[in-house]
């Protein structure tokens, strides 16, 4: 940053200024935890002597512990992307108006987590199923490891309950997918050739405000040679639609590149593939008892609203522990 050229490149420069400020908050939590971490000993002493402060000492203890998990779990994001902004997306599988219904609530459960662990969302479009729910929806989740977070709820998530659709009240199973893609910085990382790719423009539906609801706005682009289809309406103008649409497009076919990579290193190693893209990972049990069991790490519990409310902490914490134990 002293160099003299450094402003040159702006953009490179906003960048490296960014991980500067990123990595300067590292150190500086690092930091006070050591010193509340080293005064924890004094305390504890004073403590024995003067029971009155017991209360001050657990109230340290904690917030120390707090803190300390937060780092441990900031040591785990160290892929190319994991720091940066989340691109989420929830599509309804099998099981008909219970799945959208579903798709809905898991939309709902991925919003509220990112929101509580301070990330910007922004809800960049929906598609309404016919009766109830979605048949798919994507939101950006901006802020510090993003991305390495939300990979953690990749693949489908599994519902069994009583159907509100169904007159008879049975049991249903219905399925939704979560598609997490990192938004790519750098345009050049993937390049996009325009005759792949198929435009359509179409009006918004849902919230938007009149304007786009009366215009053309919405803007759907399929990639002919993967067949992966983005679409954006949050915007009031056609280009800009067309501009985040390039950029979610861009960062599904970094994955699906680094998927394949990945699929061909197992199979030249001769290893079982486990692309975990598409698989189950997690079951949520309405009825005849209620639990949320992740099916990675064995984890679970039996207090289901309040994981639907946005919990998820604990699930992606073990996940991430478990991966980082796998790579090692």
């Known amino acids: 940053m002293g160099a003299e050229d450094f402003w040159q490149d702006s953009e490179r420069a906003a960048a490296v200024t960014a991980e500067h400020s990123r990595l300067q908050r590292r150190l500086e939590g690092f930091g006070a935890l050591r010193r509340d971490a080293d005064d924890l000993g004094a305390l504890a002493e004073m403590a024995l002597e003067e029971p009155s402060l017991q209360p001050e000492l657990d109230e340290q203890i904690a917030s120390v512990e707090s803190r300390l998990a937060a780092l441990e779990e900031q040591r785990l994001f160290s892929g190319a992307h994991d720091a940066g902004d989340a691109l989420v997306s929830v599509n309804a599988g099998a099981g008909g108006t219970d799945a959208q219904d579903w798709a809905e609530m898991v939309l709902r459960m991925e919003m509220r987590w990112a929101e509580r662990r301070g990330f910007d969302v922004q809800l960049l479009e929906v598609s309404p199923g ?55 910085a750098d345009a050049g990382e993937v390049e996009i050739d325009e ?46 639609n067309r501009a985040t649409a390039m950029s979610m497009l861009r960062a599904k076919l970094l994955v699906l590149r680094e998927r394949e990579r990945e699929e061909e290193i197992a199979r030249a190693k001769g290893e079982a593939q486990d692309v975990n893209f598409g698989s189950q990972i ?34 992606a914490r073990a996940y991430l522990l478990a991966a980082a134990a796998s790579d090692r």
């Open 282 to 315: 997690r079951s949520y049990v309405l009825h005849p008892y209620t639990m949320v069991k992740d099916h990675r790490t064995g984890l679970e519990t039996g207090d289901v609203e309040r994981v639907l409310g946005g919990d998820l902490d604990g699930f």
């Open 195 to 240: 005759d792949d790719l198929l435009l359509d423009t179409y009006r918004a539906s849902g919230a938007g405000g009149q304007h786009v609801n009366k215009t053309d706005s919405a803007v759907r682009i399929t990639h002919r040679p993967t067949g992966i289809v983005v679409q954006c309406q949050n915007e009031r103008s056609q280009s800009s």
């Open 130 to 184: 016919e009766e109830a729910g979605i048949k798919s929806a994507t939101f950006r989740a901006s802020g510090e490891n993003a991305y390495g977070l939300l990979a953690a709820e990749r693949g489908v998530h599994r519902l069994v309950r009583l159907s509100p659709f169904d007159s008879a009240h049975r049991r249903q199973t219905s399925f939704a997918g979560v598609e997490v893609a990192p938004v790519v």
